[in-house]
């Protein structure tokens, strides 16, 4: 399958959030698709980077990153979701690396943070280098620790 990245563009802000919003994080957070698709659309507005992956011309996975949103240092992936039937497709492992190469001059590590019942996205993320370092509880949600995942990368880049 081969998957396509570009910036996401405000016509697929809706369709981007109704993937997230189908998610575990979406379904456990309740996330709701129209203001998330406003959230994204203010965050381009905001000039944070939102790609999204495409197969075929169908929309199979989108990820929310600021640049700067560690600590205003480190590059942040706020969000990262694939449609279900993509999952297992490598769509997550290549949002995840434009994640990494759009971001590669800014900062010296990776950040993000991941529910702590998300087994699988934990999985992903350690398979992928991310490593745990810290927890946040009741960051978000009462109840629901986020665990703090870095990936460092070359000590030269600043």
């Known amino acids: 399958m081969a998957i396509v990245i570009h910036r996401m563009k405000k016509d697929e802000a809706l369709e ?5 919003c189908q998610s575990l994080i979406g379904k456990r957070y309740a996330l709701v698709q129209e203001s998330l698709s406003k959230r994204l659309i203010d965050a381009m507005e905001m000039k944070e980077i939102l790609l999204v992956a495409k197969s075929e011309e169908i929309l199979v996975g989108f990820a ?3 640049p700067k ?10 969000l990262l979701a694939v449609e ?4 297992g497709l490598r769509v997550g492992s290549v949002l995840l690396d434009a994640f990494e190469e759009s971001t590669q ?11 702590d019942f998300n ?10 280098g991310y490593v745990k ?4 509880p009741d960051f978000a949600r009462e109840g629901i620790t986020e665990l703090i995942m870095v990936k460092k990368r070359n000590k030269d880049v600043i």
């Open 16 to 20: 981007s959030a109704y993937i997230a």
């Open 84 to 87: 279900e039937k993509f999952r």
């Open 119 to 128: 087994e699988q996205a934990i999985h992903f993320y350690e398979k992928h």
């Open 105 to 115: 001059h800014i900062g010296r590590d990776y950040v993000l943070l991941v529910s």
């Open 69 to 78: 949103g560690a600590f205003s240092s480190a590059p942040y992936l706020r």
């Open 133 to 136: 370092r810290g927890s946040l």
């Open 64 to 66: 929310w990153i600021d």
